[in-house]
């Protein structure tokens, strides 16, 4: 039986680009590159769909946010949709303010955004927060609560409660999907104290 032509290429593409964007980069205390957590995202974003430019905007989530990559070559290279997913999936700057500082005021603003973000822009950002919820629950089982040492959030993990929390509701618009049901298992087991 012969396979189903896919049109790869703007995935594989994308995919690259990500690899050689986040090249010789660590997973945040976890020990293995960077670019593990993108393909994650993307698995979780194809249980969800099979468009191919959502496939490429989980591979490219955090281009912007984590590397030297700008929106504008985003853009340039996979096109305007793509380049707008990414861009609601972006922490922004705060001038003059470290990163534990501007923390809880950039969660609020994604929070914010992803609340009345298109559909399109959600999925791909249940796949990067489903992708962050099992890291950390797969962390507290092993760690408890030394793990929110690793972060950069001023309340560790009060903030890291509310924070989740804001983004389930903001991502409510998925509920009944596998990927956030699983994301609401996940934090209720490392925030609710349920177990799993």
Known sequence: MANKYLDTALVDK????AVDA??????????F???????????IVASMTNDPE??????????????????EQIRKEFGDR?????????????????EQDSWR????????????????????????KLSNMRAIMRDYRRDGDRLWNLFHAPGGRADHEWHYRGLADSLSDLSGTDAYEEFVRHLEYVFGGKKE
């Open 105 to 128: 005021s950039r969660k609020l603003a994604a929070i914010n955004r992803l609340k009345s973000a298109p559909l399109d822009s959600k999925i791909v950002a249940m796949g990067d």
């Open 54 to 71: 959502l496939l490429a905007a989980a591979a490219l989530h955090d281009t912007v946010e984590d590397t030297d990559v700008t929106l």
């Open 14 to 17: 994308a995919i690259k680009f």
């Open 82 to 98: 793509v380049a707008g997913v990414v861009d609601n999936e972006s922490d922004g700057v705060v001038p003059n303010q470290c």
């Open 22 to 31: 986040h090249a010789n980069t660590e997973r945040r205390g976890k020990g």
């Open 33 to 43: 590159p960077y670019v593990i957590h993108v393909l994650e995202a993307m698995e």
